[in-house]
Nanobody, 116 residues
Framework: QVQLVESGGGLVQAGGSLRLSCAASGGIFSVYTMGWYRQAPGKQRELVTVITQGGNTNYVDSVKGRFTISRDNAKNTVYLQMNSLKPEDTAVYYC??????????WGQGTQVTVSS
């Protein structure tokens, strides 16, 4: 079963940028649909963006034009480039691997804090 490890979170001022990484091991990375989710304090976990096996992407409206998801199948890694960060982007960000007929797997999460 695939295992996921996120990295790259931290504290940044509003308007700044961060790049999250999610490294996968123990599975065939290229077949997975990869997603980034986030959960802010007191709120439900929400889907931020996904990238399919074929490279198709989708974003929640609140991050369109600011966040970019990408994947490097040779490195078994998915990235989330976050630009123009806002305080409302503050959350724990989780990486997810899944797809049709594939059991969903989560990473441990990485904290992103955006100060105003």
């Amino acid at each position: 079963q695939v295992q996921l490890v996120e990295s790259g979170g931290g504290l940044v001022q509003a308007g700044g940028s961060l790049r999250l990484s999610c490294a996968a091991s123990g599975g065939i990375f290229s077949v997975y649909t990869m997603g980034w989710y986030r959960q802010a304090p007191g709120k439900q976990r929400e889907l931020v963006t996904v990238i399919t096996q074929g490279g198709n992407t989708n974003y929640v409206d609140s991050v369109k034009g600011r966040f970019t998801i990408s994947r490097d199948n040779a490195k078994n890694t998915v990235y989330l480039q976050m630009n123009s960060l806002k305080p409302e982007d503050t959350a724990v960000y989780y990486c997810n691997a899944g797809g049709p007929g594939i059991r969903s797997v989560w990473g441990q999460g990485t904290q992103v804090t955006v100060s105003s």
